[in-house]
T-cell receptor, first 115, second 109 residues
Framework: GAGVSQSPRYKVTKRGQDVALRCDPISGHVSLYWYRQALGQGPEFLTYFNYEAQQDKSGLPNDRFSAERPEGSISTLTIQRTEQRDSAMYRC?????????????FGPGTRLTVL | GIQVEQSPPDLILQEGANSTLRCNFSDSVNNLQWFHQNPWGQLINLFYIPSGTKQNGRLSATTVATERYSLLYISSSQTTDSGVYFCAVPSGGYNKLIFGAGTRLAVHP
């Protein structure tokens, strides 16, 4: 596609529910990243995929968070048993190759609110 | 890990004024990106600038990699420039970006 797309754009859920956030990267981009951005702060890294392989998940805060990219394109970030502290903007980015000199392009984000 | 600091944290301008935003980083990098987060929350790429100077309209950026800083210049500011400006550098062998806390800019008519 023309840019990175994410869905839903807004998600309101009750504490304890599971949520799935979707990211569709730019067509042909090998690398995909998830970030989380709390209000008033910069984005923080969660996890990174190279094709379908999850190369780094060091930023996932705990085992309630998981991500997959089974066919090397669309990715899903799943949060189980949501808690109020999970409320944030979740951003997805993609880049052509994923090297340290590559440009990352961000999607519009999913704003998650846990009541 | 690498640290990224941005200054000033907040900036208020009258329309038409010029400004300079600064980004300092604690280690050598081979990539630096500037982003603008608009009031609707979208994160928009401004510059990919590991070194040297680039210009795009009223915006320009300079990175002095040897001294570990980058500057973003906004000239003749407009109300549409309002939002938060972030710089980000990679950590590790791939492009895991480390962001600064941002500079919050408000341009008043």
């Amino acid at each position: 596609g023309a840019g990175v797309s994410q869905s839903p754009r807004y998600k309101v859920t009750k504490r304890g529910q599971d949520v799935a956030l979707r990211c569709d990267p730019i067509s042909g981009h090998v690398s995909l990243y998830w970030y989380r951005q709390a209000l008033g702060q910069g984005p923080e890294f969660l996890t990174y995929f190279n094709y379908e392989a999850q190369q780094d998940k060091s930023g996932l805060p705990n085992d309630r968070f998981s991500a997959e990219r089974p066919e090397g394109s669309i990715s899903t970030l799943t949060i189980q048993r949501t808690e109020q502290r999970d409320s944030a903007m979740y951003r997805c980015a993609s880049s052509f190759q994923g090297g340290a000199t590559d440009t990352q392009y961000f999607g519009p984000g999913t704003r998650l609110t846990v009541l | 890990g690498i640290q990224v600091e941005q200054s000033p944290p907040d900036l208020i301008l009258q329309e038409g004024a010029n400004s300079t935003l600064r980004c300092n980083f604690s280690d050598s990098v081979n990539n630096l990106q500037w982003f603008h987060q608009n009031p609707w929350g979208q994160l928009i790429n401004l510059f990919y600038i590991p070194s040297g100077t680039k210009q795009n309209g009223r915006l320009s950026a300079t990175t002095v990699a040897t001294e570990r800083y980058s500057l973003l210049y906004i000239s003749s500011s407009q109300t549409t420039d309002s939002g938060v400006y972030f710089c980000a550098v990679p950590s590790g062998g791939y492009n895991k970006l480390i962001f600064g806390a941002g500079t919050r800019l408000a341009v008043h008519p």
